[in-house]
């Protein structure tokens, strides 16, 4: 008699590490089902980049006329948190609790900072709108709330992220932590795919009050997601707590991670990259409003293709680095794709072709793929296993502060030039696009500068030291 079930079982093992990249990490004492539940963290943090980065900017700069830079200010917010997820990395890894838990408080911690600003974000947008009985209200009060909201909501995301990615490498073996953070920003990126859709379904008849329910949702999903994420998922050791051990300060350990020959400059291709990929996060939804006029899910659903290229671009990756490719040569082919991509942004507005932006942006969705996964790998295999926790951080802190100036710049930019505009035209480009085209060339030239900082560390080597025995070793940036 034919088994069915055997049969399905059977070809879901055989295509599920062709379509979900990494899931060979897997195994008998960590199985797929364990590292997916707890990915769910993962798709909290999509949720909430999705509406602040997508949905809300664009909302608040179109819909409730607030200047792009206040709008950018506000994205840039979490920055004052960014670096602080290389401290919260390394006090994560030393962390000592009665309960013997180690990871587990700290993403409580940030669970919470994420469902304030969710519960204060819908009195912001009320008294931005002017809606109901908060009409007369004053719009510093709105304007501080929504800034109060993204700052609350950014430090959650860091904290929960970075520590996320800790307890997700404590469960597999030092050879596979690449993998599994892999895995986890795959499910990172299905996440934000996931929410577009959903959002954008959402808004499809978009009003004060619907936006206020779906941030509601949020929250409520925030909370449950991550406590599902992380049920029974870190052992409690008793006797940790009870005999913890020796505290390192975090110069020391940072004085560690930092001296390997080539980290610097490799943080440095990460900001330059980042920033170069990240600066039109803010501007690119407005972009499709004003300058293509299309509609509120219309822009929303562009981050679907933009989590797209980039789930793409981190399987590709993948399967490069399986073949034994060079991180820093992946890195360097996302930054390649970039710069083209983003000269097709500017040809979209001139073309007045929303179809060119959306492969623009997916373009750019898979240039930053590659990119993240390359620098990633080269970041994950210069860290010892003590320092897991303050590598991850390390490498968040660089991207995140970098793409939080880079954001921040992109809307002073943009302001200044349309002021300067006044309606007219600025080389030649008319109208609103004019103050958008001059960021995306800038960040052409970000990706091109990162390119220029990676070509001496093709033939350089990055110091490692072993977390057993104290031994030092090479590991070449490529490898």
């Known amino acids: 008699m034919f088994e069915y079930r055997k049969f399905a079982l059977n070809k879901l093992a055989g295509i599920r590490t062709r379509f979900l990249p990494f899931s060979d990490v897997a195994s008998d004492d960590v199985p797929l ?5 707890l990915s769910l963290f993962q798709v909290t943090v999509g949720m909430a980049l999705v509406l602040m980065v997508g949905t809300l900017n664009r909302v608040m700069i179109v819909e409730l006329d607030v200047s792009a830079a206040l709008v950018a200010g506000m994205l840039a917010l979490p920055l004052v948190f960014a670096p602080l997820r290389a401290i919260i990395g390394h006090k994560s890894d030393n962390f000592v609790s009665a309960l013997g838990w180690r990871r587990v408080p700290f993403i409580f911690k940030g669970t919470m900072l994420q469902f304030g600003g969710f519960a204060i974000m819908p009195f912001a947008l009320l008294v931005l709108s002017g809606y109901g009985e908060a009409i007369d209200a004053p719009r510093w009060i709105g304007l501080s709330s929504a800034a109060l909201a993204f ?6 995301v860091h904290t929960v992220q970075t520590v996320g990615l800790a307890l997700a490498t404590d469960l597999v073996p030092e050879r596979d932590h690449p993998k599994v953070v892999g895995l986890m920003y795959v499910m990172l990126l299905l996440g934000m795919i996931v929410s577009a859709f959903a959002y954008g379904a959402l808004l499809e008849n978009y009003s004060p009050g619907r936006l206020i329910q ?19 998922q870190e052992a409690r050791n008793r006797m940790r707590a009870m005999a913890p051990p020796k505290q390192i300060g975090f110069g020391e350990a940072w004085q560690k991670l930092t001296e390997s020959r080539g980290m610097i400059a490799l943080l440095a291709v990460i900001a330059f990259g980042t920033a170069g990929f990240g600066m039109a996060d803010v501007l690119l939804e407005p972009f499709g409003g004003q300058v293509l006029g299309m509609t509120v899910a219309e822009t929303t659903r562009l981050t679907v293709v933009l989590a797209g290229g980039t789930l793409l671009g981190f399987g590709y990756a993948s399967g490069w680095l399986a073949q034994g490719a060079r991180p820093i040569d992946v890195a360097s082919v996302g930054a390649l794709i970039g710069i083209p991509a983003f000269g ?8 007045a072709s929303s179809l060119l932006l959306i492969v623009a ?6 240039g930053a793929g590659l990119f993240s996964h390359g620098t990633l790998t080269a970041t994950m295999r210069a860290a010892p296993r003590a320092q897991i926790g303050l590598a991850l951080g390390a490498w968040g802190a ?6 939080g100036v880079a954001i921040a710049m992109g809307g002073v930019i943009r302001d200044m030039i349309a002021q300067d505009a006044g309606g007219g035209s600025i080389g030649g480009v008319i109208g609103p696009a004019a103050a958008y085209l001059p960021v ?4 052409a030239a970000l990706l091109a500068l990162a390119l220029l900082v990676a070509l001496p560390l093709r033939k350089r080597v990055l110091g490692k030291r072993e977390a057993e025995g104290g031994l030092d070793r090479k590991i070449d940036l490529s490898i």
């Open 33 to 37: 089902s364990r590292l997916l539940r």
């Open 151 to 156: 700052l609350l909501v950014g430090a959650g």
């Open 214 to 232: 779906v941030i509601q949702g949020s929250a409520v999903v925030t909370v449950v997601l991550n406590a599902v994420a992380v049920w029974k």
């Open 344 to 351: 097709l942004i500017i040809v979209s507005a001139i073309q």
């Open 361 to 366: 942006t997916f373009g750019t969705g898979l």
């Open 398 to 403: 660089v991207q995140t502060t970098s793409a």
């Open 440 to 443: 995306f060339g800038l960040e």
